[in-house]
């Protein structure tokens, strides 16, 4: 199998890569247009900050290339956030797969602390991400925003308020934990991914 994993000017990539030869995967880590188009899966990574990130992926064309790929794409955290309409991280319009908006976590209680970090539940699962086994599991998450629960929700966590856990749109994929940091449970998410 040929999976590429996007290579741009944010973190965690290789944290992706290494989880894939985990599941007997060796993947290339590319930004060239040929090979990411080429690919049987794309994953789409991502730690750091949204406005920078987009600007970046406007300056080299990935803004264009990305939504234009055909095959199952799976962004991850930063990658998922990336994948919507715009985010309050930077106040930046972001590529517009996902009808929805990124919003910053603000604390209702003193005993809040963002960024939410660390292991939480999934729930509310709706898509061949999953299976049956994943639900209620604890994943990994590192995140100061957040997705609403929206029309593109296939699972949820909640934490100061439910938010969307991942999303779903016709070919694209999105986790807003760490799936390659989750454990046997993120590794079996990636192993669902791949078999799509």
């Excluded at 972001?94 to 539940?121: S, Y």
């Excluded at 749109?169 to 192993?191: C, M, R, W």
């Amino acid at each position: 199998m040929n999976v590429a994993i996007i290579k741009y000017n944010a973190g965690n990539i290789y944290s992706v890569d290494y989880a894939l030869k985990r599941l007997g995967v060796t993947a290339t880590v590319t930004s060239d247009p040929t090979l990411l188009r080429q690919a049987d899966k794309v994953i789409f990574p991502g730690v750091g900050e949204a406005g920078t990130t987009m600007q970046h992926l406007r300056e080299t064309g990935l803004d264009l290339l990305i939504p234009s790929l055909k095959q199952p794409v799976l962004g991850i955290c930063l990658g998922m956030q990336l994948l919507c309409n715009h985010s309050e991280e930077g106040n930046v319009d972001c590529l517009g797969i996902f009808d929805t908006e990124v919003k910053q976590f603000i604390a209702q209680r003193h005993e809040d602390k963002i960024p939410h970090m660390g292991w939480n539940t999934i729930s509310d699962l709706k898509s061949e991400l999953f299976t049956a086994e994943q639900l209620d599991k604890f994943v990994y998450f590192v995140h100061s925003y957040y997705v609403p629960v929206n029309a593109h929700t296939v699972a949820t966590t909640d934490y100061i308020q439910p938010f969307s856990a991942a999303l779903c749109k016709d070919n694209f994929y999105a986790t807003q934990f760490h799936p390659e940091k989750s454990g046997s449970v993120g590794e079996a998410i990636l192993s669902n991914f791949l078999k799509l």
